[in-house]
C-alpha cells in the first residue's frame, strides 16, 4: 500500500531503525526494489532523483510505483529526490508523491532556508511530507566519479536553526558519506551525528549510504538515521550480476539477472538497516 511518508519515519525514529531510499531510474529497478521489500515484508521508500528524470518520468513512476503498491502489503511510500527545480518538485507532489525533497544543501544558509520554505508551503497543503539538506553530502548526484567531492559537514548549530526556520519534516545531515563509489570505507563523524541527534526533534537521513560499510551504516541508523539512501550499489549489484557470459545471453535473461542483482542488494541492506515491520509487534 502506498502510505505517507511522514508517519513512515516516525515509526522509524519511535522503533530506532532506518528505511531504506531505494533510487529507481527504470523498471527492472523499480521491480527489483518493490521484490525485496516483497520478500522481507518490510517498508520501502522509492525514490525518483531529478537527475534520473530523462530516463523515467515523474507522471510515468508515480503511475507504475502507485500500481506495484496497491499490490503490495507492505507500506511503499514514494519519494522524489534531489530536487533541485521548484517547478519539477511542484510536478512530483501534484503527481501524488507522499514526499519529496529540496536540494538547496549548495547554495548559501539563507537561500537554502528560503527554497526549502516554500517547497514546504506547497507541500504540506497537500499532506506531502518534505526533506531538505543542511551541510552538503558531496560526490555527485548521479554515478560519477567522487574524485570531486565537495562534501561539507553539518554543525549541530545550523542543524537546529534550519530546522526551526523552514518547517520541515526530516533532515538529510552530512556526517562524512558522499555520493558514488569510495576508493576507500570513508570516516563517518558519529560524535557529530549524536550531538545532531539530540537537539533535532524531526528524523534525520543519509545520504550517500553506498559502499560507508554496513558497520558504520548500521552504527548511524542507531545513533538516529531513519532513512538511508541507496542508489550506487544497486546499480554496481546490477552491473555484477550481469557481468558474466555477456554476450552470449539474451537481453531477456540480462534484464531479468539486473532485477535479482538490485533486488538482493537491498535485501542485504535492510539487515544492515535495523529495518522493522511497523504492524509486527
Ligand atoms: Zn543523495
Do not use: W
Not at 520478500?39 to 528524470?53: D, G, I, R
Not at 501524488?96 to 547554495?107: K, Y
Not at 537537539?199 to 537521513?205: G, T, W
Not at 560499510?213 to 550499489?233: F, H, M, Q, R, Y
Request: overall charge negative; some cysteine.
Amino acid at each position: 500500500m502506498l502510505v505517507n511518508t511522514k508517519q513512515m519515519l516516525e515509526a522509524a525514529k519511535k522503533g530506532n531503525y532506518a528505511v531504506p531510499g531505494a533510487n529507481v531510474f527504470n523498471l527492472e529497478s523499480i521491480k527489483g526494489v518493490i521484490g525485496a521489500a516483497r520478500e522481507k515484508n518490510l517498508p520501502l521508500m522509492v525514490c525518483l532523483a531529478e537527475v534520473h528524470t530523462p530516463e523515467l518520468g515523474i507522471e510515468e513512476t508515480a503511475r507504475i510505483v502507485k500500481y506495484y503498491a496497491k499490490e503490495s502489503e507492505q507500506e511503499i511510500a514514494l519519494h522524489f529526490d534531489h530536487g533541485f527545480t521548484p517547478e519539477l518538485i511542484r510536478q512530483a507532489i501534484d503527481a501524488g508523491f507522499t514526499s519529496v525533497m529540496v536540494d538547496g544543501s549548495s547554495l548559501p544558509f539563507h537561500e537554502n532556508v528560503e527554497k526549502t520554505k516554500e517547497i514546504v508551503e506547497y507541500a504540506h497543503k497537500k499532506g506531502v511530507t518534505v526533506e531538505a539538506e543542511i551541510g552538503h553530502v558531496g560526490g555527485g548526484e548521479s554515478y560519477l566519479d567522487p574524485e570531486d567531492d565537495d562534501t561539507m559537514l553539518t554543525t549541530v548549530e545550523e542543524a537546529k536553526e534550519f530546522a526551526r526556520l523552514t518547517g520541515v519534516d526530516s533532515l538529510a545531515v552530512s556526517i562524512g558519506t558522499a555520493h558514488g563509489e569510495y576508493k576507500g570505507t570513508p570516516h563517518l563523524d558519529f560524535e557529530r551525528l549524536q550531538e545532531i541527534a539530540d537537539c533535532v526533534e524531526i528524523p534525520l537521513v543519509l545520504h550517500g549510504g553506498s559502499g560507508s560499510g554496513d558497520e558504520n551504516l548500521t552504527k548511524a541508523v542507531k545513533l538516529g538515521i531513519c532513512k538511508v539512501n541507496i542508489c550506487t550499489d544497486l546499480m554496481i549489484a546490477a552491473r555484477d550480476y550481469t557481468k558474466e557470459g555477456y554476450g552470449e545471453r539474451s537481453y531477456y535473461d540480462s534484464m531479468t539477472l539486473a532485477q535479482e542483482g538490485i533486488k538482493d542488494c537491498l535485501k542485504h541492506y535492510y539487515d544492515v538497516f535495523l529495518t522493522k515491520n511497523p504492524s509486527e509487534k
